[in-house]
Antibody, heavy 119, light 112 residues
Framework: EVQLVESGGGLVKPGGSLRLSCAAS????????MNWVRQAPGKGLEWVSS????????YYADSVKGRFTVSRDNAKNSLYLQMNSLRAEDTAVYYC????????????WGQGTLVTVSS | DVVMTQSPLSLPVTLGQPASISCRSS???????????LNWFQQRPGQSPRRLIY???NRDSGVPDRFSGSGSGTDFTLEISRVEAEDVGVYYC?????????FGGGTKVEIK
């Protein structure tokens, strides 16, 4: 069974940093691109970042470019999102999502981890 | 950026009746490999999104056959042939053809 379990969310002050993790299981993690998607309270879905299976291709939304860094450790079956210079508008549930441009594209989602940026 | 426009924003439906959600993109979603990367997701209250349809019309495993996707180019539709109580939630389309990836604003399906 495919499982994606996010962790690392919490309350942080504006300008602070946080590192999210996503532990993957139930599939060959190293064969799949992975993604982060966020959802602000009561709002819709916003794509944040994508990373290819070998980390050779990385993409960011303009809203987080220069502040967030996505990475992965295929030996540990883990995906990460380092978030720096956090702003109030980064407050959201962050989802780890599997898949690149094939039949797996965004097919499995984690339960999400809440990041709250507030003083 | 490709803008994904969903309509309607809210869709009250009678149980057992059909429902249709439209999703229009500001550019063609046909990728260089010939595929069209248009997905549909369902988000029930308090849950993570769940993929229903990928590449326009391919239904995911376990998704009831009352859900179907259609369309091409810039114009896409999700149809529910007979709405059931468990279909309540917000539905999103998403394009995966162009960077940045973008979602529609969502359509809230509720029971009348």
């Amino acid at each position: 069974e495919v499982q994606l379990v996010e962790s690392g969310g919490g309350l942080v002050k504006p300008g602070g940093s946080l590192r999210l993790s996503c532990a993957a299981s139930g599939f060959t993690f190293s064969s799949y691109s992975m993604n982060w998607v966020r959802q602000a309270p009561g709002k819709g879905l916003e794509w944040v970042s994508s990373i290819s299976s070998s980390s050779s291709h990385i993409y960011y939304a303009d809203s987080v470019k220069g502040r967030f860094t996505v990475s992965r450790d295929n030996a540990k079956n883990s995906l990460y999102l380092q978030m720096n210079s956090l702003r109030a508008e980064d407050t959201a549930v962050y989802y780890c999502v599997r898949g690149g441009r094939d039949s797996s594209f965004f097919d499995y989602w984690g339960q999400g981890t809440l990041v709250t940026v507030s003083s | 950026d490709v803008v994904m426009t969903q309509s309607p924003l809210s869709l009250p439906v009678t149980l057992g009746q059909p429902a249709s959600i439209s999703c229009r993109s500001s550019q063609s979603l046909v990728y260089s490999d010939g595929n069209t990367y248009l997905n549909w997701f369902q988000q029930r209250p308090g849950q993570s999104p769940r993929r229903l349809i990928y590449k326009v019309s391919n239904r995911d495993s376990g998704v009831p056959d009352r859900f179907s996707g259609s369309g091409s180019g810039t114009d896409f539709t999700l149809e529910i042939s007979r709405v059931e109580a468990e279909d309540v939630g917000v539905y999103y389309c998403m394009q995966g053809t162009h960077w940045p990836l973008t979602f529609g604003g969502g359509t809230k399906v509720e029971i009348k």
